[in-house]
Nanobody, 122 residues
């Protein structure tokens, strides 16, 4: 069993940066790939990024490439997505998820956090 808690969301101006965190409980965190998704009001959930269990390999959705980076610290059981050059249309609730594979498909992830709100003002 893994429980995930996101933090670091808030308000930021367009072009600004935020570093989110996703802290996990459970002894098997290091065996899980981690994904990040977001959902804006009235829109479908969108894949943002994924990172392998080791942290060696990272993947990004098209909208995040070149602006977002992901890292993880398995000793601290935490994943850190760094989001730069944020845009107003990226205002959403951001969720982290843990699962056996580092995919872009939400249904492949087993555990989900409660989400953290990110608001980007223009």
């Amino acid at each position: 069993q893994v429980q995930l808690v996101e933090s670091g969301g808030g308000f930021v101006q367009a072009g600004g940066s935020l570093r989110l965190s996703c802290a996990a409980s459970g002894r098997t965190f290091s065996s899980y790939a981690m994904g990040w998704f977001r959902q804006a009001p009235g829109k479908e959930r969108e894949y943002v990024a994924a990172i392998s269990w080791s942290g060696i390999t990272t993947y990004y959705g098209d909208s995040a490439k070149g602006r977002f980076t992901s890292s993880r610290d398995n000793a601290k059981k935490t994943v850190y997505p760094q989001m730069n050059s944020l845009k107003p249309d990226e205002t959403a609730v951001y969720y982290c998820a843990a699962g056996p594979r580092d995919t872009s498909w939400g249904h492949t992830y087993t555990y989900w956090g409660q989400g953290t709100q990110v608001t980007v003002s223009s």
